[in-house]
């Protein structure tokens, strides 16, 4: 844990130091921000109401999850059809999933918490919570008012994370829901917000590289005070309780009920030929990311590497 949270403190502060580095001020920084967000709004809109309205019977919480700690900072509403995670003096809290999961479309919607948000992290990941764990996460970190989130995506494979990369969101993600999910198969792994993709990780373990492929995972999410954990900007607690919502709780994944074979054999929606890649408009807006939103990608961070690691070669 101690080197898992020295690394972390490490990414953290080289994140901090980067506009002063790399966008020579917040001029920049802010017009980056805008870029992202004027060009992405148009499209952004239409796909996430479309999303949305496939998810008008989502399953009930209480179906498919279940606290994971602090259980009296969840509440839920609309019969269960939406919780609110909250943050105070005392505690955050987070939930997970029942049962366990190898490879699918796995996915959540979630109103992060609005206005001075600083030093809260919000997340939604898959974890086997193993020692030599398989992780795929989301990681909100909350800003002054007025400032922008900052998206962290992460991939843990056998144990080994440290494949960070940032991004600023085209949108304000405090005022909508906003869907972000994990397109999860035995050909690659996609990681999109409002049906877009934001990043791809290939299975290349055909050429010796990592790739989670064999460890079944839960579904986790969580609000907690990532000023105590990793160094960030300390919480104001004048603006507390924080609140990050979430809803459409339904789980379109190989459930583990025997043998993790069973999800291996190749005839779900998501190994069919359509999903084993991205197709001409998502390699195009994938692009479009990397180019106008990403704001620190480790393949390209020679201060921490000598050399990129062996999958970025392989790796949009």
């Given at each position: 844990m ?6 972390f ?5 080289e ?26 709004a ?17 399953s009930?919480?209480?179906r ?20 609110d ?5 005392t505690?955050?809290?987070?939930f ?14 979630i109103k992060?918490v ?7 992290v ?14 795929l ?6 800003n ?7 998206l ?35 050909y ?8 877009l ?8 373990s ?16 969580s ?9 960030l ?19 379109d ?9 069973d ?38 961070d ?15």
């Amino acid at each position: 844990m101690a080197v898992w949270r020295k690394r972390f403190n490490r990414s953290i502060s080289e994140f901090s130091a980067y506009p002063r580095k790399k966008l020579i001020g917040i001029s920049v920084v802010v017009v980056v921000v805008m870029m992202c967000i004027v060009i992405g709004a148009s499209v952004g809109a239409s796909r996430r109401r479309a999303s949305l309205n496939k998810n008008k019977n989502a399953s009930m919480f209480e179906r498919n999850f279940i606290a994971t700690w602090a259980a009296d900072h969840l509440k839920l509403r609309d019969g269960g059809q939406i919780v609110d995670v909250i943050l105070d003096q005392t505690s955050g809290a987070g939930f997970g999933s029942y049962n366990r999961y190898l490879y699918g479309n796995l996915g959540m919607h979630i109103k992060l918490v609005p206005n001075d948000s600083a030093g809260t992290v919000t997340t939604y990941y898959l974890s086997s919570l193993t020692d030599d764990k398989d992780q795929l996460e989301y990681q909100f970190i909350g800003n002054a008012s007025g400032q922008p989130y900052v998206l962290q995506t992460n991939i843990y494979v056998n144990g080994l994370g440290d494949r960070e990369q940032r991004m600023f969101l085209w949108f304000d993600p405090t005022t909508e829901y906003h869907e972000y999910k994990i397109l999860w198969n035995q050909y690659q792994i996609v990681f999109f917000v409002d049906d877009l993709p934001i990043r791809v990780f290939r299975n290349n373990s055909a050429a010796g590289l990592p790739y989670p492929h064999k460890q079944p995972v839960g579904i986790y999410s969580s609000l907690w005070n990532g000023a105590q954990w990793a160094g960030l900007q300390k919480i104001n607690w004048a603006y507390a309780p924080f609140t990050a919502s979430y809803q459409g709780f339904t789980i379109d994944g190989c459930q583990i009920q025997g043998s993790v074979d069973d999800c291996l054999t190749g005839t779900y929606w998501w190994d069919s030929e359509n999903f084993q890649k991205l197709d001409a408009n998502q390699t195009a807006h994938l692009k479009w990311v990397q180019e106008r939103c990403v704001i620190y990608n480790y393949c390209t961070d020679a201060q921490r590497f000598s050399s990129p690691p062996p999958e970025c070669a392989y790796n949009p």
